[in-house]
């Protein structure tokens, strides 16, 4: 009511920066975001969509007949707790404008989310991505998105038990190495069903990376598959309450701790006749 209210002062609303969507009944017949409205917020950098009724994708594939001054700055998505959310939709090619500028990503609590993307996008700016809580995403991204991560800082993934690996090789398209200057931080907790990082053979290049926290990943058996370059990294956690673990190696470090926790379940095994 408030978004369509025509009485409200425009210069108010060219100076919001930050949305916060929400509506947890069944006004909202048509499940989708109010974009007849965004085109009056030309200076919104942060969007947040939680609780909202029906909602199944955030962008929609047809391109809407909206002015091109929508959404032309936005920074930050956040999506919380939108229980029949199935698509992002940032793989459109309408909406490619606003992926390759966005610098922050959340999800959290969306359970009917299988991918973060369909489809190749290219996220060149972000910076930080958490995703947490998405019971049945099975990875986050391809190899030819992965690629485009150029500028990540931190990488969170929490409490997201179908996935298998972060990033799916599937056609490295002669790439021999990838660069991540920005990466400081990956943490993978709680995630049951974690294979690898990523199962390609590309040399990975992690030229700032100090830490990497892999927590309650029990089938977790190697980084990847091919070298990888981190020589800032301090080492690996596993616990909160553990130090840091380092061989030199990360994948030579996360296989031994992969079979550490295998030979000690095994040792801790009680055989009776």
Not at 69 to 80: G, P, S
Not at 142 to 170: G, R
Request: aromatic residues 10%; glycine residues 4%.
């Amino acid at each position: 009511m408030l978004l369509s209210d025509a009485r409200l002062p425009q210069d108010l609303l060219h100076k919001l920066n930050g949305l916060h969507l929400s509506f947890e009944d069944d006004n909202n017949e048509k499940g989708t975001l109010p974009f007849d409205f965004f085109h009056k917020v030309p200076n919104l950098e942060v969007l947040r969509v939680q609780k909202c009724f029906g909602l199944k994708e955030i962008f929609p594939s047809q391109k809407l007949q909206v002015h091109d001054t929508t959404l032309v700055i936005l920074k930050e998505l956040n999506l919380f707790q939108l229980n029949e959310l199935e698509w992002v939709g940032l793989e459109h090619p309408w909406v490619q404008p606003y992926s390759e500028k966005l610098e922050m990503l959340n999800l959290h609590k969306c359970p009917q989310v299988e991918k973060l993307v369909s489809s190749t996008v290219s996220f060149i700016n972000l910076k930080r991505l958490f995703v947490m809580n998405c019971e049945r995403m099975e990875y986050l991204f391809t190899f030819a998105t992965f690629k485009s991560l150029v500028k990540l800082e931190n990488l969170q993934i929490m409490d997201c038990e179908s996935i298998k690996e972060i990033a799916k090789c599937e056609d490295e398209d002669g790439f021999d190495e990838m660069v991540f200057g920005g990466l400081r931080l990956i943490e993978l907790n709680c995630l049951r069903s974690l294979v690898s990082f990523y199962s390609g053979n590309a040399t990975l290049q992690f030229s700032c990376l100090e830490a990497v926290k892999v927590i309650k990943c029990p089938n977790m058996e190697t980084f990847s598959e091919g070298v990888i370059k981190a020589p800032a990294l301090l080492g690996i956690q596993t616990s909160k309450d553990f130090d840091l673990t380092f061989d030199g190696n990360l994948n030579i470090t996360i296989q031994r701790l992969f079979h550490q926790k295998v030979a000690l379940h095994s040792s801790n095994s009680t055989v009776m006749f």
